[in-house]
């Protein structure tokens, strides 16, 4: 074993993390970082979100209904990340009201109505000028129990008959098969066959329970990289669709493995997912990870990252939801640090401990004194409500860190300390806070 040469690249490795600081922010320094740290495997293909928060999302059981306005903003902070089409409901009075602000505010290029196959749901489409629809139906056996006195054609017909009508009538039309990863393939490819010859443009794989397979050869209807690659060899739809639900926890991993099943095969697939997954039962796949994922693993630097965060924070008040606090990258503790192990690696170098700079997504660091706390955490909260840089000698904070260890040695005192209080004892040794 060759240390001496090892030694050397480990300190050529190291010298490349010295542009992250855990105070000021550079995104050009970053991205130098990003590119030698995480070497990107290019796809050769475009990703284009089709983000469905405002119609699955808005479906999520007990979820509070947004205000017109309310919906509409969450549209334009989508827009803003850079996703380029979204899907919204078009039933209730307020559905359309919001469809209205969404169209004074510019955003009447991207927005889609999701349809039934019926001449109704159309018609209430062209009545708000919608220029792209979505038409969702089933294509599992087990979903046509709801129509089991209908044959197999009659259904085909009901779809191609609905596609039609809208491409007539000027639409790019997408068809979704609910339930494709339990379909039978031969009626299946024949259902795709016939859409795309109505005038579809894009076929959508629904995962709509969430049983689908990221494994590369798993079979249909179940393995989803298959059912890409076949829809390419046997169909003649031109683009392909992807929408996963997480009843498994594995809707990131089926979105992603759709994603690299594509590659090569089409100039760009469509991911229809939800801005922190909200939607029917275990939810969709998360836009934001998927950003994310596309970003740090592939190179795409198509999407504005700054709105990740404050999009969220929107939304958990829009909508009266209660955000996890360990949601992957844009939850409340997805960089909080307490522990006394990864406050010294971060002081080493932030990455030791954070895949990527928090301000990247509109986030920030927050330091947290609790029980599991040592010097090194409390001399870092010290620095940041003080602005200004702490020794490790200084007495005033040998004494805070008595302080603080007496507090949680009892075992008594089961919560951390919260910045008031912080403050406070800071203070007390005579710290003068910002």
Not at 3 to 16: P, S
Not at 17 to 29: A, N, P, Q
Not at 109 to 131: G, H, T, Y
């Amino acid at each position: 074993m060759d240390f001496e040469q090892m030694e050397k690249a480990r300190r050529e490795y190291v010298e490349k993390l010295k542009g992250i600081s855990l105070t000021d922010f550079d995104v050009e320094k970053w991205e130098r970082i990003r590119e030698s740290i995480y070497p990107p495997r290019r796809l050769n293909l475009d990703v284009i979100i089709d983000d469905t928060t405002l119609r699955d999302g808005l479906q999520m059981a007990g979820l509070v209904s947004p205000l017109p306005a309310d919906a509409a903003r969450i549209a334009e902070f989508l827009r803003d990340i850079g996703v380029e089409r979204l899907e919204v409901l078009t039933y209730t009075k307020s559905d359309k009201e919001a469809i209205r602000i969404m169209q004074d505010k510019g955003l009447g290029d991207i927005i889609a109505a999701w349809c039934r196959a019926s001449k109704e749901d159309i018609d209430a489409a062209l009545q708000l000028d919608f220029k792209q629809i979505g038409i969702s139906h089933p294509v599992s056996y087990i979903h046509f129990e709801k129509w089991s006195d209908v044959p197999l054609q009659g259904l085909v017909k009901r779809v191609a008959d609905a596609v039609v009508y809208a491409k007539d009538h000027g639409m790019d039309v997408f068809v979704h098969g609910e339930d494709s990863t339990r379909a039978d393939w031969n009626f299946e490819r024949y259902l795709i066959n016939t859409v795309a010859e109505a005038g579809a443009s894009v076929y959508r794989i629904c995962d709509t329970i969430g049983c689908g397979s990221a494994h590369p050869d798993d079979p249909l209807p179940i393995g989803i990289p298959m059912k890409v690659r076949k829809i390419k060899e046997e169909t003649k739809i031109p683009y392909v669709e992807i929408h996963t639900h997480d009843d498994l926890g594995t809707s990131l991993e089926n979105t992603m493995a759709a994603i690299r099943a594509a590659s090569g095969l089409y100039d760009k697939i469509y991911v229809s997912s939800t801005f922190l997954g909200i939607g029917e039962r275990s939810g969709n796949v998360e836009t934001e990870k998927v950003i994310m994922n596309c970003y740090l693993h592939h190179g795409m630097k198509k999407w504005d990252l700054r709105y990740l965060r404050e999009l969220t924070i929107f939304m958990a008040s829009a909508l009266k939801y209660n955000v996890p606090l360990n949601k992957s990258i844009v939850g409340d503790l997805a960089f909080a640090h307490e522990s006394g192990v990864h406050i010294h690696g971060l002081m080493s170098s932030p990455l030791t401990y954070e895949l990527f700079p928090p301000e990247l997504v509109g986030q920030k660091r927050t330091i947290v004194i609790g029980k599991r706390s040592g010097k090194h955490g409390i001399r870092l909260k010290l620095e940041q409500l003080t602005g200004q840089k702490i020794s490790e000698d200084d007495p005033r904070l040998n004494k805070l860190v008595e302080i603080i260890k007496d507090r949680f040695v009892s075992g008594l005192r089961r919560y951390p300390i919260k910045d008031t209080e912080f403050r406070n004892l800071a203070q007390k040794v005579g710290f003068e806070m910002k």
